[in-house]
């Protein structure tokens, strides 16, 4: 398999081959670009890749080092991720086992989970030693801009004087979250959204039925995480959900609106609420265009998100004639900002419901 695993991407492959091949390898590296386009699983593939013992262009998946940090546990590559301060050795296990299982899925514990300056200063202490048969020592700091001021301010004392023989590869989708002076050090490599064409292809290997994985890629954005994510869920519940909240803030009726918001946050499950919110955006969007083009219905499966509810979204389009379209999608999108930085949903919600009516 080797960097077949990684949808799409090339680019970004290219650049790692030619390092290794012309053994003009940086001292650390920042993977940045959206969430969901596999920045993390090329940090492993790239870690099989400089210290395969079949050399070649690809990692070949089949000598002992392959395997290990494939599976994760070669003691050479070590894996750095948002966790609580105390986290059981079961719990971080099961984590990295999934990321070792499925390289797309999220290494994140909880949305308020950071990385803490223990888990830099244990990556510091091992940096020089060399206790294992490698080529180079890894450390994949996964969603680095989690990394707390000291956590941040440790890890610059090892960018200043990196070890012989390691490398740092930090991953980000916010890369303005970290300090300047860790970006000035590491060769920034840009990730970009996936296809939809890719999407659908990856879906379809992994057993999603061709039409399901059409609208799924649709909906994910070029976000191969989230479209795994709406594989596991109920995506067409959430798609109602989605538009129910628009209904529901449009029409302005206070007690419907309490009555959803309560619904809506039973389970205190921030990622549904931010999949639902992410959703609603795109049947603004949909509706949006609608309502900025002279498409043909037989033409509207081009463009729309929802193309294959297109009734819905022009009756949607009806209902956000009496609105701020553009003020309103502002405001989902600034709701989704709350709800990652941990803000209290139901005044979230209900702050959003009212906007709706409001624009």
């Known amino acids: 398999m080797g960097f077949n695993r990684i949808l799409n991407q090339e680019a970004v492959k290219d650049i790692l081959k030619r390092a290794v091949s012309s053994q003009r390898l940086a001292h650390a590296y920042l993977f940045v670009g959206p969430e969901g386009v596999g920045k993390d699983a090329m940090a492993i593939e790239f870690a099989k890749l400089v210290n395969c013992l079949n050399a070649s262009s690809e990692p070949c998946d089949q000598c002992v ?97 990196p070890p012989e023989g390691y490398i740092l590869i930090l991953t980000s989708a916010r890369p303005n979250q970290l300090l300047p002076t860790i970006i000035s050090r590491c060769q920034l490599v840009k990730f970009s959204p996936i296809p939809e064409s890719e999407i659908i292809r990856g879906l379809i290997e992994r057993g999603v039925e061709s039409t399901q ?54 389970s205190k499950d921030r990622g549904k609420l931010k999949e639902i919110l992410q959703i609603s955006l795109l049947w603004l969007r949909d509706a949006y265009f609608i309502l900025q083009n002279q498409i043909e219905q037989s033409e509207l499966t081009q463009y729309l998100y929802n193309y294959d509810r297109c009734d819905e979204v022009q009756k949607l389009a009806q209902l956000c004639e009496k609105i701020n379209l553009e003020k309103t999608i502002s405001a989902v999108e600034k709701s989704i900002d709350l709800v990652e930085k941990n803000v209290y949903i139901n005044l979230v919600l209900i702050t959003l419901v009212n906007q709706f009516s409001q624009n």
């Open 213 to 266: 994985a059409r609208v799924i890629a649709r909906l994910a954005m070029g976000n191969f995480r989230k479209a795994i994510y709406l594989t596991q869920e109920d995506y067409q519940e959430y798609r109602k959900l989605a538009l129910e909240l628009i209904f529901t803030g449009i029409r302005n009726d206070p007690l419907a609106k309490l009555d959803f918001i309560e619904t809506l946050t039973r």
């Open 65 to 161: 080092n392959c395997r290990q940090i494939q599976a994760l546990t070669y003691p050479g590559v070590k894996l750095v991720f948002a966790t609580p301060a105390k986290i059981s050795d079961d719990e971080w296990l099961k984590i990295v086992q999934r990321k070792a299982n499925d390289p797309y899925q999220p290494l994140t514990y909880s949305s308020t989970s950071s990385i803490l300056i223990d888990r830099i200063r244990e990556l510091r202490k091992g940096a020089g030693v060399r206790t294992f048969e490698g080529k180079y020592r890894i450390a994949i700091i996964s969603e680095a801009e989690r990394m707390t001021q000291e956590a941040a301010n440790a890890l610059l004392k090892l960018l200043e004087e």
